[in-house]
């Protein structure tokens, strides 16, 4: 999980999260990555230039939920079942084809608050929970979710994020995501880590998004 309040660019973390695993998949195994997004609209999306960004990695598939148009645009479809499977809407499926079509996929969900309705409510935060595990444990797929803070008075330190307890207790991974200095066209993220149930490191990601670059540092090591 990337959790951060709203407006510091979670979503460029994100996505080019996705972007650096599939430059790097010898390593990371990444071979598709499919970013659903549920909470920027068309105005956004053309700003930010997705369809022109998508159009150079074959292997990035963006579910725009709210705006299909864009999807039509950028001729980019995810298979139709995943965003069934992740809406919880009834749709039969084969099994054994979305256990191959999963295997080495990396799911990005931007953002969780978008398929909740009530954050807090632990049935509904738990249900959810258990959807996302099935992809991880009976299909093979990576799941990323973005998440945001509860209201902070000004000048106070962010602490948590938000949800209930048993959508905090089944993350394996938080990172805090912290903008560095950075200009449009240079965008630099301190990933802060807050739980490692199963390992990991803090790492800065440092974002081209016109020249389509991205680097993630680790401590003394330096990854493109």
């Given at each position: 999980?990337y959790?951060g309040?709203?407006?510091i660019?979670?979503?460029?973390a994100?996505?080019f ?5 599939l ?18 609209g068309l ?6 230039k997705i ?8 292997a990035?598939k963006?579910?725009?939920i709210?705006t ?8 980019k479809y995810a298979?139709?079942f995943?965003?069934f ?6 749709k039969k499926?084969?099994?054994?084809k ?5 295997t080495?996929?990396?799911i990005?969900?931007d953002?969780i608050?978008?398929f ?6 632990k049935?509904?935060?738990?249900n959810f929970?258990k959807?996302l ?5 009976e299909?093979h ?10 209201k902070i008075?000004?000048g106070?330190?962010i602490?948590?994020?938000s949800?209930?307890?048993d ?7 938080a990172y ?5 200095d950075a200009?449009k066209e ?7 880590m807050e739980?490692?149930?199963i390992g990991g ?7 081209k ?13 330096t990854n493109k």
């Amino acid at each position: 999980m990337y959790y951060g309040p709203s407006g510091i660019g979670k979503s460029w973390a994100s996505l080019f999260t996705g972007v650096w695993c599939l430059k790097n998949k010898k390593n990371t195994k990444i071979t598709r990555v499919i970013y659903i997004d549920a909470d920027n609209g068309l105005v956004t999306l053309n700003d930010r230039k997705i369809d022109r960004l998508i159009s150079r990695l074959k292997a990035l598939k963006y579910i725009a939920i709210n705006t299909p148009q864009f999807a039509e645009r950028s001729g980019k479809y995810a298979d139709e079942f995943i965003g069934f499977y992740l809406l919880n809407l009834s749709k039969k499926f084969n099994k054994e084809k979305m256990k191959r079509q999963m295997t080495n996929t990396l799911i990005v969900i931007d953002s969780i608050r978008d398929f909740l309705e009530n954050m807090i409510d632990k049935v509904e935060s738990k249900n959810f929970m258990k959807l996302l595990k099935k992809m991880r444990d009976e299909y093979h797929a990576t799941v990323l979710f973005i998440n945001h803070t509860p209201k902070i008075p000004e000048g106070k330190p962010i602490t948590t994020y938000s949800g209930a307890s048993d959508l905090k207790d089944s993350i394996d991974t938080a990172y805090q995501v912290v903008p560095v200095d950075a200009d449009k066209e240079n965008l630099k993220f301190m990933l802060k880590m807050e739980k490692a149930r199963i390992g990991g490191q803090e790492f800065v990601i440092c974002i081209k998004p016109k020249k389509f670059e991205v680097t993630i540092e680790v401590k003394n090591e330096t990854n493109k």
